[in-house]
């Protein structure tokens, strides 16, 4: 049989720790931190359960963690998971699209906005901003430029696919 001397159990010490290292296993048990690029799939719901967008049937949505270009809650819930994980998630308002401001709701003269506009219509100025029609009286019309989801908690069933 084969005798471990020295030099071999060194060796055999060494190869062991390389192929542990090297082991597809542990590198499925990375678990994902800020400025690794993600590949998430995920279903936004409200508290009615209604779905307000999902990644289904569409490409994995792929994000650097911790930047501003994604909402705080939905970073900070992905750091930590391993590829394959999935979890369900609920995001305050403020970890999301910030509390509703009635300071953004405010009346402009119908006749500064293109013609035929409707309630319920999204409008979009030069600078990029969105802001919806809440209703129309008479000759005013009422703005919100509120995010959409601004003061809801948001409910996510995430899975992470992929880190790189």
Do not use: C, W
């Not at 390389?18 to 678990?31: E, I």
């Not at 709701?105 to 906005?113: D, S």
């Not at 999204?122 to 509120?146: C, F, S, T, W, Y």
């Amino acid at each position: 049989m084969f005798k471990h001397s020295g030099f071999y159990q060194g060796f055999l010490i060494l190869l062991t720790g390389f192929m542990l290292v090297a082991s597809p296993a542990m590198a499925g048990d990375r678990m994902a931190k800020n400025g690794d690029t993600v590949s998430i799939h995920y279903t936004g719901k409200l508290k009615d359960n209604s779905v307000f967008d999902s990644s289904k049937d569409r490409d994995p949505l792929v994000f650097e963690l911790g930047t501003p270009n994604i909402i705080a809650g939905f970073n900070k819930a992905v750091v930590g998971m391993k590829a394959g994980e999935s979890k369900t998630i609920s995001i305050p308002p403020e970890e999301g699209y910030g509390t509703y401001d009635k300071k953004l709701v405010f009346e402009v003269p119908l006749k500064n906005l293109p013609a035929g506009v409707k309630s319920g219509a999204m409008l979009r100025n030069p600078q990029g901003h969105v802001v919806a029609v809440k209703e129309i009286n008479g000759d005013k019309a009422v703005l919100d430029a509120n995010h959409q989801l601004a003061g809801k908690t948001l409910f996510f069933d995430i899975k992470l696919v992929h880190i790189k």
